[in-house]
């Protein structure tokens, strides 16, 4: 599996997505209110991780944040911790 692959693999999705999946805010925010999502960052949501690993929670992040680095064609680079956890090091 690649990188590219893995980053699919986020379970989330953004505002934008679901609301053209015909979901609507108040959907949103009822799923969050229940316990079944979680907002990952603002404007991304994604199934609530439970009692994860904090590196599973910045795992989330990362994949999250990914998608929206990178503009006009530059590479897409993590550094330092984010780079760490997205890899699977120690």
Not at 11 to 17: D, F, L, N, T
Not at 30 to 53: E, F
Not at 72 to 85: C, K, N, Y
């Amino acid at each position: 599996m690649t990188d590219a692959d893995e980053l699919e693999l986020w379970a989330g999705m953004s505002r934008g997505q679901a609301l053209a999946g015909g979901l609507r805010d108040r959907d949103l925010a009822t799923m969050i209110k229940r316990g079944g999502w979680s907002r990952i960052r603002r404007g991304d949501y994604g199934l609530t991780p439970g009692a994860c690993w904090p590196e599973d929670r910045h795992l989330l992040l990362v994949r999250s944040t990914i998608p929206r680095l990178g503009h006009g064609g530059a590479p897409r680079i993590l550094s330092h911790a984010s780079a760490t956890v997205f890899h699977g090091l120690p």
